[in-house]
């Protein structure tokens, strides 16, 4: 059964840093890309980031370049997001997505729980 | 980036009529288009992929239609559990983009 585990959210003051994580189970993981997608509260879906399986091809949103770096550790099967400076509109739920295919751009199949960043003074 | 659009926001609908949803890109996407739904604290459930194959488990009530920019969900009947918001996203290219959600509510 495919499994993520989404931890590492908090509550952050403007210009913090956190490190979210993303526990990984029941498929291949090395195989696959890894996304993070957020969700503002009461406000639609945006892809945040994603990572190829091999750790070599990053993606970012325009919103988060440079301040987002997300990275993978295949032989723990979890995929992280560094998040520095912070800013009030980061405030979402933060979900990591498999994808349905092991190549190419894809729809995903299944989300962890998300984890809540709240970037509030 | 392809920006997608999802009419209406709200639609209101009495259990086992149909709903019809709709979701337009801004450029093509070919087939890379999915639909999720979303309930009250929880995640995004995958409904369609494909533009119009089910995912594993989904009910087939439930079908998807279109290609390039224009897209339909449709639920055939509705059920009291299909009352959510549901979500396009096209996949074609990176930035993965989704819609602004369309919510199913009970009329």
């Known amino acids: 059964e495919v499994q993520l585990l989404e931890s590492g959210g908090g509550l952050v003051q403007p210009g913090g840093s956190l490190r979210l994580s993303c526990a990984a189970s029941?498929?291949?993981?090395?195989?696959?890309?890894m996304t993070w997608v957020r969700q503002a509260p009461g406000k639609g879906l945006e892809g945040v980031s994603t990572?190829?399986?091999?750790?070599?091809?990053?993606y970012y949103a325009d919103s988060v370049k440079g301040r987002f770096t997300i990275s993978r550790d295949n032989s723990a099967n979890t995929v992280y997001l560094q998040m520095n400076s912070l800013r009030v509109e980061d405030t979402a739920i933060y979900y990591c997505?498999?994808?349905?295919?092991?190549?190419?751009?894809?729809?995903?199949?299944?989300w962890g729980q998300g984890t809540l960043v709240t970037v509030s003074s | 980036e392809k920006v997608m659009t999802q009419s209406p926001a709200t639609l209101s609908v009495s259990p086992g009529e149909r709903a019809t949803l709709s979701c337009r890109a801004s450029?093509?996407?070919?087939?890379?288009l999915a639909w999720y739904q979303q309930k009250p604290g929880q995640a995004p459930r995958l409904l369609i992929y494909?533009?119009?194959t089910r995912a594993t488990g989904i009910p087939d009530r439930f079908s998807g239609s279109g290609s390039g920019t224009e897209f339909t969900l449709t639920i055939s009947s509705l059920q009291s559990e299909d009352f959510a918001v549901y979500y396009c996203?096209?996949?074609?290219?990176?930035?993965?983009?989704f819609g602004g959600g369309t919510k199913v509510e009970i009329k």
């Open positions: 450029q093509s996407v070919g087939s890379s």
């Open positions: 029941g498929f291949t993981f090395s195989n696959y890309a």
């Open positions: 996203q096209q996949y074609n290219n990176w930035p993965l983009t």
């Open positions: 990572l190829s399986g091999s750790g070599r091809s990053t």
């Open positions: 997505a498999k994808p349905r295919g092991a190549s190419g751009w894809e729809s995903a199949d299944y």
């Open positions: 494909g533009a119009s």
